[in-house]
């Protein structure tokens, strides 16, 4: 390993509404600190290459790859995990769908669905079912097809908007 990547840097962070500070490896992503350091195992190391979408996280607001992004870039940041989010009850609603609509099954590509799906749904109103897909299609499942998964994320969006689904 490189001398700049041995290197540690000090950063100050919020993560899901608690601060933090760390001293973490210049080149350490973020889903390895957030699973390594913090023991929030939610979001999931998989493709390593951002296309995937286990790994989401909210950073400042938005969805990001957290095998992207290096810890270091956190400094000063406000990062919400799927723990956070679920314990918050911010995405209990959508929780109660995917398990409604069975628009999970074996559960590794969820964490990272639940956080993008959120993220859209943070924006208000009732998006599209193209909109949704698009939005979400960023996220592999390998098993449910999809059609759940959209459909949850419409039903969560109608009830927010004060919608009846039928």
């Not at 509404?17 to 390895?32: I, S």
């Not at 956070?84 to 609509?101: H, N, P, T």
């Not at 956080?115 to 949704?132: F, K």
């Amino acid at each position: 390993m490189t001398k700049v990547f041995a290197d540690r840097i000090d950063i100050d962070l919020m993560v899901n509404g608690e601060p933090v500070e760390a001293r973490v490896l210049a080149g350490q992503h973020v889903v390895d600190f957030l699973r390594q350091e913090l023991g929030l195992t939610g979001a999931h190391a998989s493709c390593e290459h951002g296309v995937c979408g286990a790994c989401t996280v909210r950073v400042d607001g938005a969805s990001v790859r957290g095998c992207l992004m290096l810890a270091a870039q956190l400094d000063g940041a406000d990062v919400w995990t799927i723990e956070g989010l679920s314990d918050s009850d911010a995405i209990r609603d959508l929780q109660e769908a995917f398990i409604a609509r069975n628009a999970l099954q074996c559960g590794f590509c969820t964490p990272g669905m639940l956080v993008a799906a959120e993220a859209l749904l943070s924006q208000g109103g009732v998006p599209e079912r193209a909109a949704i897909r698009e939005h979400l299609s960023g996220n592999y499942c390998r098993c449910t097809g999809y059609e759940a998964i959209v459909d949850a994320v419409e039903t969560v969006a109608r009830q927010r908007a004060g919608q009846v689904q039928a």
